[in-house]
């Protein structure tokens, strides 16, 4: 007869609430790494170098300078001339092939103030004077229009916020316009959507800001640059003026552009929407009696490079972690006090984790740099996602060691051992060769185990109804009587003990 089959132990109540704690984490940790990498992806101004190349490895870099420190358009020129000739020393040349293809691309910009007049109606914004690539740096949300080109020999566009649209003319829609900056009428290229929020306003982002050419905001921005005569003179000595103008600015370019005028033409950093346009620079050398021809169309000649650029940026070839930022930092100078950024990977995990290191100090700033808005933005999330990673990190260790404290309380409480775990299954491995080679003995075994089986589910059926109570087990079966019943068997009982008695009396006499 087969003996009863061994009743399973299944997972206890503390375990099934630890594995529900343990996916409660896992999920947690999973949505806040999502948010992280959405909240990452909206930022596009921290990822030019996926942007510009699959091929090569490159990394974005910026560099940020004190407003007394800032550089002057023709310094640019100098320090991309720096930039190239490192490179060719360490033999990164250009792979591609085109009219259009570069090594490496940068931009330039700086703040001032201006005060824009539509009409009978102005506006105090401040200004962002850009050079270069800029808008391929910073892709902004355009509500109309287009952004303007670089290389626009009248430098007279401009790009509003909705904002500032808002309050000259009453209306989105508005490019093509034209407002006026004292004397100096300026064509609305677009207009785009400038971010919202709290976090928006403590990085520095006003209420009006545009976009305008460097020359633009040389000639009328002021408040936030440095003073005519004085800026950009503690970094010039930095800066050899006496380089080949020709070499100097056909920086990174696959073919330098030929030029039509004695303005150069083939830099490097003219990298805007038109970049075919002939003597479409945005700086280069001039001659001496060359006549200025930066305020076509307005009464102001006056035109001084007082030294406006405190930000400049730049995506190049990056063969070795670093190298990219080094090369700019040797370009730049120690005089000139720059704060170098590598973009490419800060809200990456391994960046993550050197901000967690430092975290006491990510507050902290040495340096005399007033840092723009997109930057300042960057900074803090950088912080904010740190403290997320941070949380990612102890959730999955919280959930690895409550995991690994379920597998040591079960192996210590295990029924088992390993001895039994391989007798088993040499057991089992006997038993399914066995049913392969006697099929019909184990097909009778199995029929004799269904009826064993059938039989023992017929005992317990039995078991479980009530029994039958004869006269003589009555007594002892009384518990199971129904209710009812009880008054009717105890008469039962009472006639069955006088009988008894009865018939005991009559055997007595009969003795």
């Not at 001032?112 to 050079?131: C, F, I, Q």
């Amino acid at each position: 007869m087969r003996g009863k089959k061994r009743r399973k132990r299944g997972i206890t109540p503390w375990k099934k609430t630890a594995l529900r704690v343990c996916f409660l984490w896992l999920l947690i940790a999973a949505g806040l790494h999502l948010f992280r990498l959405y909240k990452v992806s909206g930022f596009l101004d921290q990822r030019e170098a996926q942007r510009w190349s699959s091929d090569t490895r490159c990394a974005q870099v910026s560099a940020f300078l004190p407003a007394q420190n800032g550089l002057k358009e023709e310094q640019i020129r100098e320090l991309e001339y720096k930039i190239n000739t490192a490179l060719a020393q360490d033999s990164i040349k250009l792979t591609a092939e085109g009219p259009d293809a570069r090594l490496w691309q940068d931009c330039f910009s700086g703040l001032g103030n201006l005060t824009l007049k539509a009409g009978s109606k102005t506006v105090d914004v401040e200004a962002v004077g850009t050079g270069g690539a800029f808008f391929t740096f910073h892709p902004l949300k355009l509500s109309s229009g287009s952004y303007y080109s670089s290389d626009s020999l009248m430098k007279d566009e401009i790009l509003l916020d909705e904002e500032t649209a808002w309050k000259l003319f009453g209306a989105f829609d508005v490019e093509g316009r034209t407002l006026q900056v004292e004397d100096m009428h300026l064509r609305i290229a677009g207009v785009y959507k400038k971010e919202k929020g709290k976090i928006y306003e403590k990085a520095g982002l006003p209420e009006y800001v545009v976009f305008v050419q460097y020359k633009t905001l040389l000639q009328y921005g002021g408040g936030i640059g440095s003073d005519p005569g004085t800026a950009g003179t503690n970094i010039s000595s930095s800066f050899n003026n006496t380089a080949n103008t020709n070499t100097a600015n056909t920086a990174g370019n696959a073919a330098p552009r030929t030029a039509t005028t004695t303005v150069d033409v083939g830099d490097q950093s003219d990298t805007g929407d038109d970049s075919s346009t002939p003597g479409g620079s945005a700086g280069g050398s001039r001659p001496e009696n060359t006549p200025n021809m930066e305020n076509v169309g307005t009464t102001n000649t006056a035109y001084r490079d007082s030294g406006k650029i405190t930000a400049y940026e730049i995506v190049m070839p990056d063969p070795v972690e670093g190298y990219a930022a080094s090369v700019l930092l040797n370009a730049l100078g120690e005089e000139s006090c720059a704060v170098v950024v590598d973009n490419t990977n800060r809200f990456g995990e391994r960046s993550l984790l050197g901000d967690l290191r430092d975290f006491a100090f990510l507050g902290m700033r040495t340096q005399p740099v007033r840092y723009p808005s997109w930057e300042n933005l960057a900074m803090g999330w950088e912080t904010i996602f740190a403290a997320l990673f941070l949380l990612e990190c102890l959730l999955i260790i919280l959930t690895i060691l409550l995991l690994l404290y379920m597998l040591v309380h079960w192996y210590r409480h295990k029924s088992w051992t390993l001895a039994g775990s391989f007798q088993s299954m040499q057991d089992s491995i006997y038993d399914k060769q066995s049913r392969k080679r006697y099929p019909e003995y184990y097909e009778e075994t199995r029929r004799e185990e269904s009826l064993e089986d059938r039989r023992d589910e017929d005992r317990s059926k039995e078991r479980d109804l009530p029994k039958e109570h004869s006269e003589t087990g009555l007594l002892e079966d009384k518990g199971a009587i129904p209710f009812e019943r009880i008054h009717k068997d105890r008469k039962a009982v009472e006639y069955a003990d006088r009988e008894y008695k009865d018939s005991e009396q009559k055997k007595r006499r009969g003795e």
